[in-house]
């Protein structure tokens, strides 16, 4: 059984970096050939696919975040992060970690999700 959980601050000032981890247990992230995602959903909206990490390293970004995203692991910690520059309260959502086997909103394992709220 795979468990993914995330962990970082809820509330981040305006302009300032948001950094998440999730840390996956029951199995190693470098396991072929999965996704690990990073998903959002802002209060109100749908969820909005942001980037993944593939098992072997590769990093995939939604265009629609403009380079502000950055996906990286520690494989000794089977751990993976999100990092977001010059956040804006727009930032503000549920961030999720998931698996998939693709660069989309799919998963077959997802974290409990996590509040950020990005207010000054």
């Known amino acids: 059984q795979v468990e993914l959980q995330e962990s970082g601050p809820g509330l981040v000032k305006p302009s300032q970096t948001l950094s998440l981890t999730c840390t996956v247990s029951?199995?190693?992230?470098?396991?072929?050939?999965?996704?690990w995602s990073w998903i959002r959903q802002p209060p109100g909206k749908g969820l909005e696919w942001m980037g993944a990490?593939?098992?072997?390293?590769?990093?995939y970004y939604s265009p629609h975040l403009k380079s502000r995203a950055s996906i990286s692991r520690d494989t000794s910690k089977n751990q993976f992060t999100l990092q977001l520059s010059s956040v804006t309260p727009e930032d503000t959502a549920v961030y999720y970690c998931?698996?998939?086997?693709?660069?989309?909103?799919?998963?077959?394992?997802r974290g409990q999700g996590t509040q950020v709220t990005v207010s000054s």
């Open positions: 029951g199995g190693p992230i470098t396991t072929n050939y999965y996704y």
């Open positions: 990490i593939t098992s072997s390293g590769s990093t």
């Open positions: 998931t698996r998939s086997t693709g660069s989309d909103l799919s998963y077959d394992y």
